[in-house]
């Protein structure tokens, strides 16, 4: 079975991939190579740590994922707006799926979300950045099987 992680960042590639969003099916998870004008829009998801507390005395841990959904647009005279639009939408998707929902049964919860533009000459983009924390309870034995 594939770790707790990537079941998490799975289920939630799916939920922006298939949300109808800008980006559409343009929905990265831990994407290395530099966006091309091409590529936008698209969100970027990126595994950012996770913290492990125990819950019960029975060896079951409540775990912390978080993530960032970095929402991409190639730069235009409106990027900025339309980069606040963008992520109120990836927003919606992820509070409101019941897929993630259901995986991260302790809670679905926005951190905080932050706007930068960079790039180069050709490839200058605006993004609006939100962090996420995915919780969830595993048994330390059983780290791949989410409660």
Same mark, same amino acid.
């Given at each position: 079975?594939?770790?707790?992680?990537?079941?998490? +960042?799975?289920?939630?590639?799916?939920? +922006?991939?298939?949300?109808?969003?800008?980006?559409?099916?343009?929905?990265?998870?831990?994407?290395?190579? %530099?966006?091309?004008?091409?590529?936008?829009?698209?969100?970027?998801?990126? =595994?950012?740590?996770?913290?492990?507390?125990?819950?019960?005395?029975?060896?079951?841990?409540?775990?912390? @994922?978080?993530?960032?959904?970095?929402?991409?647009?190639?730069?235009?005279? %409106?990027? &900025?707006?339309? &980069?606040? =639009?963008?992520? +109120?939408?990836?927003?919606? @998707?992820?509070?409101?799926?019941?897929?993630? &929902?259901?995986?991260?049964?302790?809670?679905?919860?926005?951190?905080?979300?932050?706007?930068?533009?960079?790039?180069?000459?050709?490839?200058?983009?605006?993004?609006?950045?939100?962090?996420?924390? @995915?919780?969830?309870?595993?048994?330390?034995?059983?780290?791949?099987?989410?409660?």
């Amino acid at each position: 079975m594939a770790s707790a992680q990537k079941q998490l +960042l799975d289920a939630l590639q799916t939920v +922006l991939a298939t949300g109808g969003t800008v980006a559409a099916s343009r929905v990265y998870v831990d994407r290395v190579d %530099t966006l091309q004008s091409a590529d936008m829009p698209a969100v970027l998801i990126d =595994e950012m740590g996770e913290s492990v507390q125990p819950f019960t005395i029975s060896g079951i841990d409540a775990r912390t @994922l978080t993530v960032q959904a970095k929402c991409v647009l190639a730069h235009s005279s %409106t990027a &900025a707006a339309d &980069a606040r =639009e963008f992520a +109120l939408a990836v927003e919606k @998707l992820i509070a409101n799926s019941t897929t993630l &929902a259901a995986l991260a049964s302790q809670g679905v919860r926005l951190q905080n979300t932050r706007p930068s533009a960079d790039g180069e000459v050709d490839r200058i983009y605006c993004a609006r950045t939100q962090t996420w924390d @995915l919780s969830y309870l595993a048994r330390g034995a059983t780290p791949d099987t989410i409660f």
